[in-house]
């Protein structure tokens, strides 16, 4: 059965938010309280808990949303994020095996080492020329 042949379509097969997507933004929404009145949240707790969280460390300190120390967050996330990106090729191509975490700590290593040396700042940086 299509969206398009309604003559096998019933009631609640319509209604079904499904087969029927949402044509604007109220109906996105009015389909988004659908699903968390429903039981599914979705994202929604995830949402919640960062803006918590920016919420609690914007009150405790002033400068966290600024853009110099999101800049420095930023900088800060690059070397995490390059070995989850490792991780996750390693596990999408189905190759998971006890390796992949002496891998991803001996590359950590490295990459501390060569940034050491080469005098790479490690830590929060003063951005002000930005």
């Not at 097969?13 to 997507?21: I, N, T």
């Not at 002496?102 to 080469?118: D, I, L, Q, R």
Request: aromatic letters at 4%; charged letters at 10%.
């Amino acid at each position: 059965m299509t969206i398009l042949d309604t003559s096998e379509a019933t009631a609640t097969d319509l209604q079904d938010e499904r087969l029927v997507s949402p044509q604007g933004i109220t109906d996105s929404i009015r389909a988004t309280i659908r699903r968390v009145r429903g039981g599914d949240l979705g994202v929604l707790p995830v949402v919640a808990g960062i803006v918590v969280i920016w919420t609690i460390f914007q009150l405790l300190n002033p400068t966290f949303l600024s853009s110099t120390n999101l800049v420095n967050l930023s900088f800060d996330m690059v070397p995490v994020g390059v070995l989850a990106l490792g991780i996750v090729c390693v596990l999408l191509v189905g190759q998971i095996d006890l390796s992949v975490g002496s891998v991803s700590g001996a590359s950590a290593a490295v990459t501390a080492v060569v940034m050491v040396k080469n005098e790479q700042p490690m830590g929060p940086v003063s951005y002000t020329h930005l």
